[in-house]
């Protein structure tokens, strides 16, 4: 079974990535899956892309959330992903 790929994407000094950070790793670790960050201040593209956006939740590799992440949603989304994944193997 293939993981879903969950990313976080944040910049430095931003309070709202501290609360996303902290969502995510919730989430990510009641699933049992991992979870990685990624700074756009350090990748010009990210921050072109996602520009005011931050922080954004990707799930294999589409934006499903940003600036507040809910809770709630992501661990909809999560689940989708990972039952998606078993029925494809």
Do not use: N
Not at 10 to 30: G, N
């Amino acid at each position: 079974m293939r993981t879903p790929e969950i990313v976080l994407v944040t910049r430095r000094e931003c309070h709202l990535c501290e609360a996303a950070r902290e969502v995510v790793a919730r989430v990510a670790a009641d699933a049992g899956l991992p979870w990685s960050e990624r700074l756009m201040d350090d990748d010009a593209e990210l921050a072109e892309r996602f520009a005011e956006e931050v922080p954004v939740v990707l799930v294999d590799g589409v934006q499903r959330d940003f600036w507040r992440i809910d809770e709630a949603r992501l661990r909809r989304t999560i689940a989708a992903a990972v039952a998606q994944s078993a029925s494809s193997d």
